[in-house]
């Protein structure tokens, strides 16, 4: 019922930055958690940041100091600044969204980013 559509990956050079978008459509309500998930070329997929309806904001120790989730004041869309970007950082960036009551998973197609001299 809930549709997120990603935005903003590319090819950024090693130090560089991208600003990923998320727009949610559909059955949002204000309690809600947006967030980001990656997944590198043969790795596993890995959680990058979370916001919450509140606003709290938490990041994973490999983007923390160079990455700020954000929303929207209508809360339906999230943003991923990502500063100092490394090789490393080179995945596959996936939207999420967790709505009440139901606080299922809902998953945007993802978009790539790609960290490369």
């Known amino acids: 019922q809930v549709q997120l559509v990603e935005s903003g990956g590319g090819l950024v050079q090693p130090g560089g930055s991208l600003r990923l978008s998320c727009a949610a459509s559909?059955?949002?309500?204000?309690?809600?958690?947006m967030g980001w998930y990656r997944q590198a070329p043969g790795k596993e997929r890995e959680w990058v940041a979370t916001?919450?309806?509140?606003?709290?904001?938490s990041y994973a120790d490999s983007v923390k100091g160079r990455f700020t989730i954000s929303r929207d004041s209508a809360k339906k869309t999230v943003y991923l600044q990502m500063n100092s970007l490394k090789p490393e950082d080179t995945a596959v960036y996936f939207c999420?969204?967790?709505?009440?009551?139901?606080?299922?998973?809902?998953w945007g197609q993802g978009t790539q980013v790609t960290v490369s001299s």
């Open positions: 916001i919450t309806g509140g606003g709290s904001t």
């Open positions: 999420y969204l967790r709505v009440a009551p139901s606080w299922k998973v809902n």
């Open positions: 559909g059955s949002i309500f204000s309690a809600n958690t």
